[in-house]
Antibody, heavy 119, light 108 residues
């Protein structure tokens, strides 16, 4: 069974940093492109970042470019999102999601982790 | 960036009735369109990809159609578990992949 489990969320002050993790199991993690998608409270879905299976190709949404950094450790079956210079508008539930195929739909999602940016 | 719009924002339907949800792209996305279902407090679930292919385990009452800029998700006979928010997503031109604002299907 495919499982994606996020961790590392919480309350952080504006300008602070946080690192999210996503532990993957039930599939060959190193074969799949992975993503972070977020959802502000009561709002829709916003794609944040994508990393290729090998980690060599990375994309970011303009809203997080230069502040967030995606990475992965295929030996540990883990995906990460380093979030720096956090703003109130980054407050959201963050989901990790697996690409069905390269640059395709997202066929599995984690349960999500809440990040709250507030003083 | 391709902008996705969905209509209506809210659709009130009685159980057993048919629901038709629309999604429009600001430019052609060919058939690179997915639909997701999200229930309160849960992650989105992939229903349809490639505009019309049901994902694994998705009941046959869900069907997708369209190509280019106009797409439709049809739920042929609404069950109680189908009341949720539905999002479309284009993955033809990315980054970024973009989602529509969602259609909430609630009980009439």
């Amino acid at each position: 069974e495919v499982q994606l489990v996020e961790s590392g969320g919480g309350l952080v002050q504006p300008g602070g940093s946080l690192r999210l993790s996503c532990a993957a199991s039930g599939f060959t993690f190193s074969s799949y492109e992975m993503n972070w998608v977020r959802q502000a409270p009561g709002k829709g879905l916003e794609w944040v970042s994508c990393i290729s299976s090998s980690g060599t190709t990375i994309y970011y949404a303009d809203s997080v470019k230069g502040r967030f950094s995606i990475s992965r450790d295929n030996a540990k079956n883990s995906l990460y999102l380093q979030m720096n210079s956090l703003r109130a508008e980054d407050t959201a539930v963050y989901y990790c999601a697996r690409d069905k195929s390269i640059l395709e739909a997202f066929d599995y999602w984690g349960q999500g982790i809440l990040v709250t940016v507030s003083s | 960036e391709i902008v996705m719009t969905q209509s209506p924002a809210t659709l009130s339907v009685s159980p057993g009735e048919r629901a038709t949800l629309s999604c429009r792209a600001s430019q052609s996305v060919r058939s690179n369109l997915a639909w997701y279902q999200q229930k309160p407090g849960q992650a989105p679930r992939l229903l349809i990809y490639g505009a019309s292919t049901r994902a694994t385990g998705i009941p046959a009452r869900f069907s997708g159609s369209g190509s280019g800029t106009e797409f439709t998700l049809t739920i042929s006979s609404l069950q109680s578990e189908d009341f949720a928010i539905y999002y479309c997503q284009q993955y033809n031109n990315w980054p970024p992949t973009t989602f529509g604002p969602g259609t909430k299907v609630d009980i009439k």
